[in-house]
């Protein structure tokens, strides 16, 4: 019989993603029974507020895992791997935000509107990976173009919001950015490099190509969602100085041609993107534009002078929301209606 209620655990609740899945549950009225707050033993004992309620943090190491329906993980590769197989033995489906299951062959890596067919392949490990945050946005407004024209090639270029680095990393770039106007100087410890006033071109670490494992991760993620195993696609992931909001500049190469006008049919009726597409000053979306709110934009969308069969153009989305809370959730919502 299905349940009208779910016992939801947040691994991570503490942390930058963890905070706005709480927020996200309640906007969205998820139909939790009991909601279990996780994090280190660093910050169990302390509360958060939920609907109104206030709930205690709990050791995720000492945790007992039976009886939650729903895992919900943000607290990083090293913990999934921890904590997943205890939450899976005990009976619970967890999402996993982070990047330990994604490339595993029997994990489904899901975006909602691209690839929800694939939530049922959770049977198989009891986990559903969410893919990474410059990944999901960018896929959004692939997808349509990979299912009506056939893509050849993508060249994409980030430009990426300190918070996918966590709570950390936005405090870093808030006191180096005062630390400007106060003449004190802020050493970076998340980042390599100042952040502040900058932009830094690695995230995650180096691979032996000399792409950063960000760089792969949107080569990898996106040949397994789009089930295209030889996707030509090649990624610059840059870290700047914003605080929330993933923007991206996308060149695709299509197989047949497109033309900017036809792209721009194709995006009207993409699910969760929205078009702000005006050749009129500031008639662009911007990371600024994005925070907060659950959609992906596309804009700038113009032919490549250089190619035939080119188009570009410049995607933005909440890397919290849509990039990783949101999506999870998404996740939950249908394996809760078709599933659970
Ligand atoms: P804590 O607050 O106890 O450090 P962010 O992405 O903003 O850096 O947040 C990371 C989240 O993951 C925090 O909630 C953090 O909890 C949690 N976390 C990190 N490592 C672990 C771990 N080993 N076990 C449980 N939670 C962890």
């Known amino acids: 019989m299905k349940k009208?209620?779910?016992?939801?655990?947040?691994?991570?609740?503490?942390?930058?993603?963890?905070?706005?899945?709480?927020?996200?549950?309640?906007?969205?009225?998820?139909?939790?029974?009991?909601?279990?707050?996780?994090?280190?033993?660093?910050?169990?004992?302390?509360t958060l507020d939920y609907a109104g309620k206030t709930l205690r943090v709990h050791d995720a190491e000492q945790f007992d895992w039976q009886g939650v329906d729903i895992g919900l993980f943000s607290a990083g590769a090293a913990a999934s791997e921890i904590y997943a197989p205890r939450a899976v033995a005990a009976?619970?489906?967890?999402?996993?935000?982070?990047?330990?299951?994604?490339?595993?062959?029997?994990?489904?890596?899901?975006?909602?509107?691209?690839?929800?067919?694939?939530?049922?392949?959770?049977?198989?490990?009891?986990i559903i990976a969410n893919p990474n945050c410059s990944t999901i946005q960018?896929?959004?407004?692939?997808?349509?173009?990979?299912?009506?024209?056939?893509?050849?090639?993508?060249?994409?270029?980030?430009?990426q919001?300190?918070?996918?680095?966590?709570?950390?990393?936005?405090?870093?770039?808030?006191?180096?950015?005062?630390?400007?106007?106060?003449?004190?100087?802020?050493?970076?410890?998340?980042f390599p490099k100042r952040i502040a006033f900058n932009c830094l071109p690695q995230i995650d670490v180096f691979q032996e190509n000399g792409y950063t494992k960000e760089e792969m991760k949107m080569l990898w993620e996106s040949r397994k969602i789009l089930e295209i195993p030889d996707l030509a696609l090649t990624a610059t992931?840059?870290?700047?100085?914003?605080?929330?909001?993933?923007?991206?500049?996308?060149?695709?190469?299509?197989?047949?041609?497109?033309?900017?006008?036809?792209?721009?049919?194709?995006?009207?009726?993409?699910?969760?993107?929205?078009?702000?597409?005006e050749r009129e000053p500031g008639a662009w979306p911007t990371a600024l534009d994005a925070a907060?709110?659950?959609?992906?934009?596309?804009?700038?969308i113009r032919e490549d002078c250089s190619h035939e069969r080119?188009?570009?153009?410049?995607?933005?989305?909440?890397?919290?929301?849509k990039g990783a809370a949101l999506n999870s959730i998404q996740i939950a919502e249908m394996l809760i209606r078709d599933h659970l």
């Open 4 to 46: 009208n209620a779910y016992t939801v655990a947040i691994l991570g609740a503490t942390g930058a993603v963890g905070e706005v899945m709480r927020e996200i549950l309640a906007e969205r009225n998820f139909p939790v029974g009991e909601l279990i707050l996780l994090a280190s033993e660093r910050s169990a004992g302390g």
């Open 91 to 126: 009976g619970a489906v967890v999402i996993d935000n982070t990047s330990r299951y994604r490339y595993e062959d029997d994990i489904p890596l899901v975006v909602p509107e691209v690839n929800p067919q694939r939530i049922t392949d959770y049977r198989q490990r009891g």
């Open 138 to 159: 960018m896929l959004l407004a692939l997808k349509p173009i990979a299912d009506a024209v056939g893509l050849e090639r993508v060249v994409v270029s980030t430009y």
């Open 161 to 190: 919001a300190v918070s996918g680095a966590g709570n950390r990393a936005i405090q870093e770039l808030g006191r180096q950015t005062l630390g400007i106007f106060k003449q004190e100087d802020v050493p970076p410890s998340v």
């Open 237 to 277: 992931c840059v870290r700047v100085p914003v605080f929330y909001g993933h923007s991206e500049a996308v060149n695709v190469v299509t197989k047949e041609k497109l033309s900017a006008d036809g792209l721009r049919q194709l995006l009207a009726k993409a699910p969760g993107v929205e078009l702000l597409d």
């Open 292 to 300: 907060g709110k659950d959609s992906t934009w596309v804009g700038r």
């Open 310 to 321: 080119g188009l570009n153009f410049w995607v933005v989305a909440d890397n919290i929301r």
